[in-house]
């Protein structure tokens, strides 16, 4: 929130929220119970602190605020970063005077004139790594294919399994594999690296979690594997990264459409979830022996990038309240 002579920031603030969309009876109940409150609490912040505008980037406690700014007349911007929005974003952005998007493509679910495509936010960390910088810190051959999968802080299981299947003939082929495998699946990945030669280890490179590290990861890989959140939008063309993408089968279709997107710009092939086991050796290989292809794939996502995503939100924040 802004003040006549600057910036003060807010400690956060609770504000109850709760889903009222594809749920039960009783549920729904106490959601609405919930976003009653919520609205409440919005309302009172809104008063106490009198903000230039409210920014939000979706989740149920946005709906409340939402409401609560479009009532006191306060400048609202949301964000949208899947292509799609979700419902409580499609609800909000009615109210609010901007939406930010990551790409254009997001204007189809708005009325005409709203949508800004701003690009996604990316952290300062990954946009400063570099190639060099990202396989010296994880000590990889710089002449060899580097491949890097993961499924986001708490992993995807079948990714994960999927992937240690087919380890041994990654590492026979040569390639270096970053594998991010999220805590949930972390004692099952341990317990398989330690079966490996101590050959294979080293061209194993296994994490739980990778937060400032994960922009060096990117930066390193040649072609990555993972599921298609909207980080997929930013990040990987940030990098020219090729992808394989895998959208999570039990999340609505934003993944899927994000992977679409992806696709038919040639900057990512997608695999189906359920066949992963059959699926994703042989395509893995295929781009890694294809050089030609894997580098139009690069240059494909390349020009996608917008590494200027947070600063083109914050200008329009700005502009909001102006």
């Known amino acids: 929130m802004a003040a006549r002579s600057g910036v003060r920031w807010l400690a956060t603030a609770a504000v109850q929220g709760g889903p009222v969309h594809g749920v039960g009876p009783r549920r729904m109940v106490s959601s609405i119970v919930r976003l009653g409150i919520g609205f409440v609490q919005a309302w009172n912040l809104i008063r106490r602190y009198r903000p230039d505008r409210v920014f939000l980037t979706g989740g149920w406690a946005s709906l409340p605020v939402g409401v609560a700014a479009w009532v006191w007349r306060v400048p609202l911007l949301v964000f949208v970063p899947d292509i799609e929005p979700g419902w409580v974003l499609k609800l909000v952005g009615r109210l609010a005077r901007r939406v930010a998007a990551t790409t254009g493509a997001t204007a189809a679910y708005f009325r005409p004139g709203k949508v800004v495509e701003t690009g996604y936010p990316v952290r300062r960390a990954v946009l400063e790594a570099t190639r060099e910088q990202g396989r010296a810190h994880f000590g990889l051959d710089p002449a060899r294919w580097v491949l890097l999968v993961w499924g986001g802080s708490r992993g995807a299981r079948n990714l994960n399994r999927a992937l240690l299947a087919i380890l041994p003939l990654l590492l026979a082929d040569g390639v270096q594999v970053i594998h991010v495998s999220g805590e949930l699946d972390w004692p099952e990945v341990q317990a398989a690296r330690e079966k490996l030669t101590a050959d294979q280890q080293a061209d194993y490179h296994a994490f739980a979690y990778l937060h400032d590290e994960m922009g060096l990861a990117l930066a390193a890989a040649d072609l990555v594997v993972s599921r298609a ?94």
């Open 229 to 322: 959140g909207a980080s997929t939008l930013g990040e990987y063309p940030l990098f020219g990264l090729p992808a394989i993408l895998v959208p999570y089968p039990y999340a609505w279709r934003y993944q899927r459409i994000n992977a679409d997107y992806l696709v038919a710009r040639g900057a990512a092939v997608q695999l189906d979830d359920g066949a992963l086991n059959e699926t994703l050796y042989p395509a893995i290989r295929r781009l890694l022996t294809d050089p030609v292809a894997l580098r139009r794939m690069a240059a494909s996502a390349r020009a996608l990038a917008r590494p200027d995503g947070a600063r083109n939100i914050a200008r329009l924040v700005a502009l909001e309240a102006s």
